[in-house]
């Protein structure tokens, strides 16, 4: 009689269990993170659609519309967040910039991904001198800072489109290969790996059908927690000088040349400065958000 | 400490210099002839000749890549094409100014960021925890010359207190300083409150709190030593930042130190200033994480044996 009702109460969690109502975790979804969310969301629609939002296009000038202040100053002409020196749109300019910057930070971000992870599984795969390789290689990466490699790489090279993409590519690639060896270290050890390995598939099967899924989600978490330092790092290059080149625009780039109108114009500089800042920390606050809650191994 | 670790960890350093100064001399092949890349367009042939000799640029690459060894020891890195010197010279002259910077707003990061991750550790989950941890984050976001123009918007161009470029008094540090120490400041205080939270649930804390150690005591003799060895990890793995982050600052307000000559040559490709920054900023940040790495291992020799076990196993 106990046991049966034992067993009743049992399946009567078991049920609640089952038949709760999926909440997503939305009840723990702070405040903060969901206007981050929300911010980022904005912005991935203005580099979607920043030709159709945008009100001017951002090389159109007009010498008469010079300098104007954002419409709350008392701006003239229909300037939204003002205008800079040539007279072009403040607005529409940062609406493009947002789109070269993001497009530029994910490209290099997931070049790097990609790239880092690769070495990672190599050394994890081979070992011996593979390994020792790759740790090397990942040891004097960490050791010098990028952005003096960045700028000694541009003054030698000079500047173009693709040697840029490329180099933000390679900025962060050692934290994945790091991250992904270890991870892959211990993964082959388990017994799925040790499983699917001696049932004869062993290399490329093992390794990308099977232990690449079950490391993914840490890497992912790893990937958006990098984003915001890619942007950091393309718009520093920009801003001075060294990046994206005009007539494009990028954040940075437009911070930079709106430094010099400090005085006259401060909404050159301090619009895409606004919008850089809330960019990194939208992005930290939601990756942050999804490491504690995905990734029980960085905890 | 023994003979071993100090050995490994002097070889790595080695190794890494190594493997920068090999970069620097691939990219400079690619990019076309040394000779003319690294000496003014205009100087005179006997010049180019003596240099053409001493880089051995009429040799076999290996033997290049072997006298361009010894030039680097000897710290002949070419002419800076700008001021028709030594670069090496024009480098060094800059150093005190980066020094200066870099120290002052490093100190200004530990003074600010240190207690204010200590005080909210200990009081954790109050409006100070929730300010101090707004502050670290809002802090590590905020890109490091949006900062500076802002600093310059308000103190320099609004309420005209601070000049905006130069160094001639101490009033010229207090802008650059905020800018560059800011960040890692974040860095610390957010480190610093995580390793005094764990730190205080451990055994020994409450030992000393069971044998009657007054509050301070027990936080500064008992907690902060051991709290300590995460953050002083960080602050290493940081400096990198910290030197990109100078760069960025000391051209935002015309400071006169390496940072803004290493932006003036890559824009005016003075390459043999860039070659010579490049491998001295190498150089440095290998000695100071060596220099970590050895006092730490002489400061915890657990952490010493752990690393052990873990190169054992594959630094798994």
């Given amino acids: 009689m106990t046991v049966e009702l034992a067993r009743l109460k049992q399946d009567n969690r078991r049920f609640r269990v089952r038949f709760r109502l999926p909440s997503f975790g939305l009840q723990r979804f702070p405040a ?18 920043a030709d159709m939002l ?26 939204l967040l003002g205008s800079d020196e040539l007279g072009r749109d403040v607005f529409s300019r940062t609406l493009f910039a947002i789109r070269t910057s993001m497009a530029v930070a994910l490209l290099g971000t997931v070049i790097g991904a990609l790239f880092g992870t690769f070495l990672g599984f190599l050394a994890a795969r081979f070992r011996g001198w593979v390994e020792d390789l790759v740790m090397m290689l990942v040891d004097c990466q960490a050791a010098m800072p990028f952005l003096i490699i960045a700028l000694a790489v541009l003054a030698f090279m000079g500047n173009n489109l693709v040697l840029f993409i490329a180099l933000m590519g ?68 920009s801003f001075l000088g060294f990046g994206i080149q005009p007539p494009r625009t990028s954040l940075g780039l437009t911070l930079g040349m709106g430094r010099d109108y400090l005085l006259t114009a401060w909404w050159i500089a301090v619009v895409p400065g606004v919008v850089i800042f809330l960019t990194t920390l939208s992005i930290s606050l939601v990756g942050d958000w999804l490491r504690d809650r995905f990734d029980p191994t960085l905890q | 400490m023994n003979f071993g670790f100090v050995l490994m960890k002097t070889l790595r350093a080695v190794v890494t210099v190594w493997l920068v100064l090999t970069f620097v001399f691939i990219v400079l092949r690619l990019s076309g002839d040394p000779a003319s890349r690294l000496l003014p367009d205009d100087i005179d042939p006997q010049t180019v000749a003596y240099y053409r000799a001493e880089w051995g640029l009429d040799r076999p690459l290996w033997e290049q890549y072997a006298a361009y060894f010894t030039s680097a020891a000897e710290g002949s890195f070419g002419i800076s094409f700008r001021d028709r010197r030594p670069a090496l010279e024009v480098i060094l002259e800059r150093v005190p100014a980066t020094l200066e910077l870099g120290l002052l707003s490093f100190a200004f990061a530990i003074v600010v960021g240190i207690p204010l991750g200590v005080v909210a550790a200990l009081k954790r989950n109050t409006v100070f925890d929730r300010l101090a941890m707004s502050f670290a984050v809002l802090g590590y976001a905020m890109p490091y010359f949006f900062m500076g123009v802002l600093l310059i918007l308000l103190f320099s161009l609004q309420l005209r207190w601070l000049p905006s470029s130069g160094s001639s008094t101490w009033w010229h540090l207090i802008m ?71 760069v960025v600052t000391e051209t935002v307000f015309a400071w006169p130190g390496m940072g803004r000559l290493l932006v003036g040559a890559v824009a005016n490709r003075d390459l043999a200033v860039v070659q010579g920054i490049v491998v001295l900023i190498a150089i440095s940040m290998v000695t100071v994480n060596l220099l970590i790495d050895l006092a730490y291992g002489w400061l915890d020799p657990r952490i010493r044996t752990a690393r052990q076990e873990g190169r054992a196993e594959g630094r798994a």
């Fill in chain 1, 32 to 49: 903060a993170v969901a206007a981050a969310a929300g911010f980022l969301a904005l912005m991935a629609i203005c580099a979607v659609f």
């Fill in chain 1, 54 to 79: 945008a009100p001017y296009s951002y090389e159109e000038q007009s010498l008469l519309g010079r300098l104007q202040p954002p419409f709350w100053l008392g701006g003239s002409g229909g300037y």
């Fill in chain 1, 170 to 237: 390679i900025y962060g690639w050692e934290k994945y290969a790091r991250v992904a060896r270890g991870l892959v270290l211990s993964a082959q050890e388990q017994g799925y790996a040790l499983a699917v390995h001696s049932l004869g598939s062993g290399g490329f099967r093992l390794y990308f059908k099977h232990i690449l899924p079950n490391v993914l989600s840490p890497l992912i978490v790893l990937l958006t927690l990098n984003i915001p330092d890619t942007i950091l790092m393309e718009t520093t290059l």
């Fill in chain 2, 176 to 246: 650059p300083v905020l800018t560059l120490g800011t960040t890692p400041a974040a860095m610390f205080a957010r480190f610093t409150r995580s390793s005094v939270l764990e730190v205080m649930n451990k055994p020994f804390i409450r030992t000393a709190r069971a044998k009657g150690a007054l509050p301070w005591r027990e936080i500064v003799f008992h907690a902060l030593p051991n709290a300590a060895i995460p953050v002083v990890t960080v602050m290493g793995l940081r400096l990198g930042e910290l030197i990109g982050g100078a």
